[in-house]
Nanobody, 114 residues
């Protein structure tokens, strides 16, 4: 079993920055791919950024150049550095782990204000 717990969300002004963290418990963290997903109000949850177990990354076009995903396989941590935040970045951010099962955290709320 894997438990994922996100933190770091909050209220930030447009143009500001936040760093989200996802703490993973359980084994085999280093073997799993990890991703951050965004659920905006009244929209479906979408992939924001992902990082493979080998460290390869990919990003949604909407966040390229603004967000950076990283992981620490020693600490079993996943991060999302968010800069130049926009109003449309508002929503709940979830982390996900896969394969060897599929696991989601409960999310952390990010609110970007004008």
């Amino acid at each position: 079993q894997v438990r994922l717990e996100e933190s770091g969300g909050g209220l930030v002004q447009a143009g500001g920055s936040l760093r989200l963290s996802c703490a993973a418990s359980g084994s085999l963290f280093g073997l799993r791919n990890m991703g951050w997903y965004h659920k905006a109000p009244r929209k479906q949850r979408e992939l924001v950024a992902a990082i493979t177990n080998g460290g390869d990354t990919n990003y949604a076009d909407s966040v390229k150049g603004r967000f950076t995903i990283s992981r620490d396989n020693v600490k079993n941590m996943l991060y999302l550095q968010m800069t130049s935040l926009k109003l449309e970045d508002t929503g709940v951010y979830y982390c996900r782990a896969w394969p060897l099962g599929e696991y989601w955290g409960k999310g952390t709320l990010v609110t970007v204000s004008s």
